[in-house]
């Protein structure tokens, strides 16, 4: 069984940062990709930033020049470094987990972690 734990989330000021991390667990031998995806009240969930393996990255037009992803292969983390950010940030962050593999050969597909919720405010 393979699982998402998120951490850093939290209260910040508008034009302050953060930090999350995302680590994933049980037997895992590769992930494909890892992400970042937010959930606003009353909005649907959107990407915000991915990363292969490779370390090829894609982020959303919002968060470009604000947001950098990164990942540890070898740890099996990835991380959302959150700088200038703006009371439209405010939201359910998600780690997501795409196309692993695990030492036993299992596959799975489309993991999620439970959510960590960032609020930018004054």
């Known amino acids: 069984q393979v699982q998402l734990v998120e951490s850093g989330g939290g209260l910040v000021q508008p034009g302050g940062s953060l930090r999350l991390s995302c680590a994933a667990s049980?037997?895992?031998?590769?992930?494909?990709?890892m992400g970042w995806y937010r959930q606003a009240p009353g909005k649907e969930r959107e990407l915000v930033a991915r990363?292969?393996?490779?370390?090829?990255?894609n982020y959303a037009d919002s968060v470009k020049g604000r947001f950098t992803i990164s990942r540890d292969n070898a740890k099996n983390k990835v991380y959302l470094q959150m700088n200038s950010l703006k009371p439209e940030d405010t939201a359910v962050y998600y780690c997501n987990a795409d196309r692993i593999v695990t030492m036993t050969l299992s596959r799975y597909f489309e993991v999620w972690g439970q959510g960590t919720l960032v609020t930018v405010s004054s």
């Open positions: 990363i292969t393996s490779g370390g090829s990255t």
């Open positions: 049980g037997s895992i031998f590769s992930i494909n990709v």
